[in-house]
């Protein structure tokens, strides 16, 4: 009786650990994956083209968006008046990157295809304020274009997502 219920312990105990390995999987990994939709040519047609030849990439804007500041701040972001892009050189892989910095309120970050590139879609902080950001790495770079203020810390916003992947859908490496 003693060994069939030390046998059924260290079963349960077995399972148990299995249930929180799954569960911490899941909490770190960003889900589901979402594709955006294909975004017409003629919505981006008319913005304005932002270059960095130092890092040798190039995307379009908003129009109506002014850059605040020209080159590539020390903490590495560039500001617009409506977003903000930031590129930060690392080791990590995007999504310990992502788990890292990514506030824990609640929203659930998105993981996204855009092109043959991986992004993940989600909530974290510039400057202090609330960000919806949308970020992808490439050669040891992580590239975090961000929209802010939010009004709801515990969602994506559609419009903001809508402008990220308006913005992304233009972006591309010039060297």
Known sequence: FVIASLAI????YYQNQQLKIMLANYQATPTPIVSPEPLAEAETANWKTYTNSRLGFSFRYP?????KSDNLNVDGSTEFNDFIILVEK????LTNYVTKLKDTNGAVPLTKNLGDKQAIEWIGSFKNAPTHYLSFED??????FGVTPLDDMAKLNPNNTKLLDQILSTFEFTK
């Open 9 to 12: 312990v260290a079963f349960l």
């Open 90 to 93: 690392t080791s990590d892989t």
């Open 139 to 144: 050669n040891g770079y992580i590239y975090n």
């Open 63 to 67: 129009q109506e968006s002014i850059i």
